[in-house]
């Protein structure tokens, strides 16, 4: 299904992670801060969640137990259906050489767990309204 942009529909955003309590926290803060958020458990239901919904933003971990998230991003900037969503990076792999590649790979933001819920929102809504022809 594939949404419209702009109107007064909020953001959609896809966080895929494998740890069912992070998932499930990201989901409460990112509906509270006003997006409709989704989740996924790992790189390939994230892949198909994606190219299904095609959110407006994807929020992903690297360590995931069936393709890290590299695979995933990459699958996704190979893939006409998904390579426009911009991706963010949510990791505990806190170390300069990871943000390095990230950024290679084509990553839209990257962040360090924890990370700030007003910060993530607000990198999300940039990133969403970077995308919209008639900005929010």
């Known amino acids: 299904m594939h949404r419209m942009s702009g ?3 909020s953001p959609v955003v896809l966080v895929v992670d494998d740890h069912e309590d992070t998932r499930q926290m990201s989901l409460l803060v990112l509906r509270s801060q ?3 958020a ?3 458990v790992g790189g390939e239901s994230g892949f198909v969640c994606a ?3 095609q959110p407006d933003v994807i929020v992903t971990d690297l360590a995931m137990p069936d393709g890290d998230g590299w695979l995933f991003v990459k699958r996704l900037a190979s893939d006409a259906r998904t390579k426009h969503i911009p991706v ?3 990791t505990a792999c806190a170390t300069e050489t990871v943000r390095q590649r990230a950024a290679q790979e ?3 933001a990257f962040f360090f767990k ?3 819920p007003d910060v993530l929102a607000a990198e999300l809504r940039r990133l969403v309204a970077a995308r919209a022809p008639s900005a929010v």
């Open 51 to 53: 190219s299904e919904q």
């Open 38 to 40: 989704m989740a996924a």
């Open 34 to 36: 006003g997006f409709n």
């Open 7 to 9: 109107g007064n529909r």
């Open 106 to 108: 084509g990553v839209a």
């Open 88 to 90: 963010v990076m949510l």
């Open 114 to 116: 924890p990370c700030s």
